[in-house]
């Protein structure tokens, strides 16, 4: 029996592994920006919040390639095994 219930941005979270600690903060970075620009329009908050989304959306395709290669060249010689996250996305 579960102690604590999982948010569902959590959830989601744990479903990803290319999605760590470093990558969670930029979020929760470009979160609050994203709120700060809510709350005030202004071409400087635009800008930065544009900014930071694309940074974060950048790291984010980046880990996952990175971690898509680590597991082919380590999985290279078990065709099955070298399969298996494609199957999981």
Excluded: H
Aim: with cysteine; proline share 3%; aromatic share 10%.
């Amino acid at each position: 029996m579960p102690t604590k219930q999982c948010s569902k941005k959590e959830s989601k979270l744990k479903g990803k592994p290319w999605i760590d600690y470093r990558v969670q903060k930029m979020m929760k970075i470009r979160d609050r920006i994203l709120r700060k620009l809510k709350e005030k329009r202004s071409a400087g908050n635009k800008a930065l919040y544009m900014k930071f989304r694309n940074l974060v959306t950048n790291k984010l395709k980046k880990s996952k390639e990175r971690l898509f290669q680590n597991y082919f060249t380590t999985y290279s010689q078990n065709m099955k095994k070298s399969y298996l996250p494609v199957t999981n996305i």
